[in-house]
């Protein structure tokens, strides 16, 4: 990480640094303002407009991303604190042709939105919760005694619970569960 | 957003000296609440030291028994670490049941303690809020406070402390672990947050320049009955109206061992010391648990629109309670 405000002394506070993020496999080397998040550097500064910004307060998920495989909400990331982390978007999804990523096949098969603004972060929200449900993370709901480290079977109460942080204001939800479901090895 | 400088710390003493030395510096981790308190204007720091990288990511059992978590663990991966599951599961159960998938991968365990209300005055830099602004009055004492105290409040400050993972914490005797200065210290988990008193800006007992390293989770609550069960507008993804965490042990038909923490009804999470005192040595009935939650809950002073919580505190206790001693019943 550098400074572009080295020159003014070790005083002086520094406002911007250089960042290095991987999205969608493709490395960015960004001089970042610290206010920034990584919504807003995905969106203004790399062009990648899948994730939406709906309330920028992580109460939405519309912004929902992957790092280093998490989910995670990108409008509270500051783009600074993520230097050396891989992100995937929504367009990152699909495969090098014209093939959807089989999520999204689903939810186009299943009609699984209306107006689609959320559908990104639920998209990204979904795969996130997959692996976390294949990796044995219980949700809320899982069965205390289930055993550990075993990969929780996702019925539709899991994952109305694992996707409980995004909204979808058209209420496309059970359609959502259903192209959920679809998609579950 | 005010700007500010950006230090990533390599190690704990190098992070505590930057908090100690840079004015105005608060420290980063998952910034699910500190972000989003920046967006508001409420936090306005100079530097922000980012401890999320701190070799504290790691859930160590020890050999008495205890389990040591790092500060930076996510609470994600807290709430399904085996051991938290199966031997202080109001633990796991309390991280599940907050806030979102998302927001839980980010969350960090120090970062979590250390959250702010979200009391909508706080929030909002239009409004007083001794809080926020010591001196400028409280606007929800009279305004908005559904969701406000109802135990331990002040004529400065009504607001709850939001944590889910802290109420599981204090009742489970957990200890928070810190370092600063003068070295490292541990403070019992009940005893880390603050009532509000006269000086409502100070959420914690934290020392200036000190950070949280860990928390320990004691051998003498592993492995003892617990629960967490909290009441809330939506069945997912909402803050706490009221919740319990509780950890009892039932031996030779009376009661030998009780914890119980209320989350939501206090500016801490609010340790039941009188009902579990009340329990000791009593059998495990329904009678019983409700008597000793009375006792605690005679000490309330709701407010207008907030009386709903002693009810629903009490029945959530009751409850937890119940189920938490039926195998010593039959």
């Known amino acids: 990480m550098g400074s572009h405000e080295d020159r003014d002394g070790d005083t002086a506070p520094r406002r911007y640094s250089d960042t290095t993020l991987r999205v969608n496999g493709k490395p960015h080397t960004l001089s970042v303002d610290h206010r920034r998040v990584l919504l807003d550097v995905l969106r203004e500064d790399l062009d990648l407009w899948g994730a939406k910004k709906g309330c920028d307060h992580g109460q939405c998920g519309a912004c929902t991303v992957l790092v280093d495989g998490r989910r995670l909400n990108s409008c509270l990331l500051l783009a600074v604190a993520l230097d050396g982390c891989e992100v995937t978007t929504v367009e990152g999804l699909a495969g090098d042709g014209e093939e959807l990523h089989p999520l999204q096949r689903a939810f186009l098969d299943r009609d699984a939105f209306q107006c689609g603004y959320c559908t990104p972060g639920q998209i990204c929200s979904a795969l996130g919760a997959i692996t976390e449900a294949a990796a044995g993370h219980p949700s809320r709901v899982t069965d205390p005694a289930a055993p550990s480290g075993e990969p929780v079977r996702l019925d539709k109460g899991e994952i109305r619970e694992r996707l409980s942080g995004n909204l979808c204001r058209c209420g496309a939800y059970p359609r959502i569960v259903e192209a959920v479901e679809d998609v579950i090895p | ?330």
């Open chain 2, 1 to 330: 957003m005010r700007t500010f400088d950006y230090v990533r710390a390599t190690s704990v003493t190098e992070a505590a000296d930057a908090l100690a030395t840079r004015p105005g510096a608060r420290c980063l981790g998952g910034g699910t609440n500190l972000v989003d308190l920046m967006k508001l204007g409420v936090e306005r720091p100079a530097t922000l030291v980012d401890v999320s990288r701190l070799p504290l990511d790691t859930i160590e059992e020890l050999p008495d028994g205890s389990l040591r978590v790092g500060a930076t663990v996510r609470n994600s991966d807290l709430a399904a670490h085996p051991a938290v599951r199966y031997r202080w599961p109001a633990l796991s159960q309390a991280l599940l049941a907050g806030a979102s998938g998302q927001l839980r991968n980010a969350a960090t365990t120090g970062g979590n303690l250390l959250q702010r209300t979200r009391c909508p005055y706080f929030q909002d830099v239009t409004k007083p809020c001794n809080k926020r602004e010591p001196g400028s009055g409280c606007g929800a004492r009279d305004g908005v406070h559904r969701d406000h105290a109802v135990l331990g409040h002040s004529a400065h400050c009504i607001a709850t402390h939001p944590s889910d993972m802290a109420v599981a914490l204090s009742a489970l005797d957990a200890r928070v672990e810190l370092y600063g200065a003068q070295g490292a210290r541990s403070v019992a988990a009940a005893e880390f947050h603050r009532l509000p008193g006269d000086r409502p800006e100070q959420d914690t007992v934290i020392g200036p320049g000190e950070i949280v390293t860990g928390v320990l989770l004691p051998a003498a609550t592993a492995g003892v009955p617990s629960a967490y069960r909290k009441a809330r507008d939506r069945a997912s993804y909402a803050f706490a109206l009221a919740s319990v965490a509780a950890v009892v042990r039932v031996g030779d038909g009376v009661v030998t061992r009780a914890g119980i923490a209320f989350g939501a009804v206090a500016h801490r999470p609010w340790r039941a010391r009188r009902a579990e005192e009340a329990l000791i040595g009593a059998a495990p009935t329904e009678a019983a648990f409700e008597h000793a939650v009375d006792l605690e809950l005679s000490a309330a002073q709701p407010l207008r629109d907030n009386a709903y919580k002693v009810p629903l505190a009490r029945a959530l206790a009751v409850d937890v309670l119940t189920r938490l001693t039926a195998a010593a019943r039959t």
